[in-house]
């Protein structure tokens, strides 16, 4: 059975593989991207993403099977959490009464192996929130340091975004309504976002040393692909709240063989 997506990101990277993936299988997909997609809109503000979602469900004729939110950045500036966790997250609530609407409704976010890394606990809380005024002003605060501690800002965005998919998705809104929602966290994956810092040895050095993948090295767009079509198939019928490290061993080398004792006795 044809099923309708909202993939944001559509046209570039990770999400122009997802969408063309689905539009492969032959389901229908309505994209979101600044250019280039069916809808055209900027996810780092309030209006955008309202926006984005009205135009995405009349589009879909107000039921929607699926949404995969692959839209993101990773800059040092303060816009990335404002795409990263609130592109994602006030989209995805605009988009909930369309998803409850079908059989067989599904969500899926990408996070990344950068929520493991140092971020800013302030920034993250304040997301989860829901005070983008404040996480703003902490994040803008954090970039005036420079670069290289501005960078916190994607880590913790992505951290924000896990915590906030591992929280909603088991409640009545979410699983009460039949909607699984999940999250994939890529390791470094190539994409035009990467493709410079992977163009030399020294930047190869430095992703390896953050991002140990054992497994294959970097990744293709469509490793990442597959596990989102997968989570928001159909077939996924009790798959809820997990964070699925799609990352070629990063987690495991980092984290190690126990993350589980923190609970025990």
Request: aromatic residues 4%.
């Amino acid at each position: 059975m044809t099923r309708t997506y909202v993939v944001t990101g559509s046209a570039s990277g990770i999400g122009a593989t997802t969408a063309q993936t689905l539009r492969d299988r032959g389901d229908r997909v309505i994209g979101i991207d600044l250019k280039g997609a069916e809808v055209e809109a900027d996810l780092s503000t309030h209006d955008g993403r309202i926006d984005a979602a009205a135009r995405a469900t009349e589009l879909a004729g107000g039921v929607i099977d699926g949404v995969i939110a692959c839209a993101g950045i990773s800059a040092p500036i303060a816009k990335t959490i404002s795409i990263n966790y609130f592109g994602v997250t006030e989209l995805l609530e605009a988009l909930r009464p369309a998803l409850a609407a079908a059989e067989a409704p599904r969500a899926a976010v990408v996070s990344s192996m950068a929520s493991l890394q140092p971020n800013s606990k302030e920034m993250v809380e304040a997301a989860l929130a829901g005070d983008e005024a404040k996480t703003l002003e902490i994040a803008d605060a954090v970039v005036a340091q420079g670069p290289e501690v501005g960078y916190l800002v994607y880590p913790s965005s992505k951290r924000a975004i896990a915590r906030w998919v591992r929280r909603e998705a088991v409640t009545p809104e979410w699983a009460g309504a039949g909607i699984a929602l999940n999250a994939v966290a890529p390791g470094t994956v190539v994409t035009p976002m990467t493709e410079q810092l992977l163009a030399t040895e020294e930047g190869r050095a430095m992703v390896d040393a953050a991002v140990p993948m054992p497994l294959n090295s970097h990744q293709p767009a469509q490793s990442i692909a597959d596990v989102l079509v997968w989570l928001t198939d159909a077939n996924n019928t009790h798959m809820a709240g997990q964070v699925i490290y799609c990352d070629g061993g990063a987690d495991a080398s980092l984290r190690g063989d126990d993350i589980w004792s923190w609970n025990d006795q």
